[in-house]
């Protein structure tokens, strides 16, 4: 399966009246996926080059992926090796992150996709995301990216 996403800035509604502003370090997008036991997730960032008609726009650089159980709590997470090409892909695109994950029980996993610095949020809660910028490096404005998430049974 394949989504399309972007980590930017938006505002969301906790409640009514109740608006914060999520600005693209801190934005965190969920992709919820159903996995039975030992069942293996891959998960293949793709960030894309920005429309250079839109003004502004920036380049997803080191995203991080987190995995979550049905509770919130972290099963996995891109380290230093992880931001590779994923096997099918023919050019080594250091940058952007792939990995596996095998689910140890039935159940609904969340993986989370996030930028670079913005890996302590609490997927349970809104507005928990924080990040940094690297602007020399043209890191931490965001961007597009589609994310490839596929199973395999054990
Ligand atoms: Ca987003
Ligand atoms: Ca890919
Ligand atoms: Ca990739």
Known sequence: MTFDGE?????IELAPEEEITIDGTEDVDLYKVDLLTGQKLTIDL??????????????????????????GKELAKTSFDDFQAAPDELFKVFND????????????????ISQIGNDYYDPTKAGSGSGW??????????????????VTSA
């Open 133 to 150: 910028i690297f602007p020399d490096f043209d890191i931490g404005t965001g961007g597009k990216y589609t994310l490839n998430l596929s």
């Open 97 to 112: 992150p792939y990995l596996q994950f095998t689910a140890e029980t039935d159940g609904v996993y969340y993986v989370g």
């Open 7 to 11: 980590i930017a800035e938006h505002s």
């Open 46 to 71: 793709d960030s894309l080059d920005p429309d250079p008609e839109q003004a502004g726009a920036t380049k997803l650089q080191y995203a991080q992926i987190r995995v979550f159980d049905a509770s």
